[in-house]
């Protein structure tokens, strides 16, 4: 069983950028979550996917944005970059939205803005 | 926006030694979850409280959700160096998006 892939792995973007990330979520799960975690932080929520649609979100600006496909894999997508959006970008699949089930994490995806 | 306070910062400890850490919150959570999170990796859960008041073992680690369900501290036993690493809570309202707010993490460090 395959577990949740990121890719790239790092990244290096200048500011006012556009940048896509890309997760494959575990064999069976249908819920996607991203989270950024700046450096010394606990992850931050930025939203959800659930069966192709948002399933909520955090409080982050709408140049933050997402799609999840048909085979679950998803996409996270951050227009106009600014240096604060240096962060490691984490994405978790579950086998659903329920609270019960487990959220498992990818690597992450390091985001450099310059 | 909502967030847990999770103290220490960091710890340093000789091998052997037990730790404690907690975490509160000035918001009540429905699921109260710790996690691990080593250097170029994600978390990896490592316990899970769904119940006020409950106490949860997994191997040398125990847990506690508090029973006013706005804290919880997790206790290792017997640290050995693979416990290194950075142990972050996790909060979980269980409404709507399966939303984790996770607090700021303790950094493990052990001197063997």
């Known amino acids: 069983e395959t577990g949740v892939t990121q890719s790239p792995t790092h990244l290096i973007k200048t500011r006012g950028q556009q940048v896509t990330l890309r997760c494959s979520s575990q064999?069976?799960?249908?819920?996607v979550s991203w989270y950024q975690q700046a450096l010394g932080q606990g992850p931050q929520f930025i939203f959800q996917?659930?069966?192709?649609?948002?399933?909520g979100r955090g409080n982050f600006p709408p140049r933050f944005s997402g799609l999840q496909f048909p085979n679950y894999s998803s996409e996270l997508n951050v227009n106009a970059l600014e240096l604060d959006d240096s962060a490691l970008y984490l994405c978790?699949?579950?086998?659903?939205?329920?609270?019960?089930?487990?959220?498992?994490f990818g690597p992450g995806t390091r985001l450099t803005v310059l | 926006g909502q967030q847990l306070n999770q103290s220490p910062q960091s710890m340093f400890i000789q091998e052997g030694e037990d730790v404690s850490m907690n975490c509160t919150s000035s918001s009540i959570f429905n699921t109260w979850l710790w996690y691990k999170q080593d250097p170029g990796e994600g978390p990896v859960l490592l316990i899970a409280l769904y119940k006020a008041g409950e106490l949860t073992s997994n191997g040398r680690l125990t847990a506690q959700f508090g029973i006013t369900r706005k804290d919880s501290f997790l206790n290792i036993s017997a640290s050995i160096p693979s416990d290194v690493g950075i142990y972050f809570c996790a909060g979980q309202i269980n409404k709507g998006a399966q939303k984790l707010v996770f607090g700021q993490g303790t950094r493990l460090t052990i001197n063997p």
């Open positions: 978790a699949s579950s086998l659903g939205p329920s609270g019960k089930n487990e959220q498992f």
């Open positions: 996917y659930y069966r192709e649609e948002e399933n």
């Open positions: 064999s069976g799960h249908n819920t």
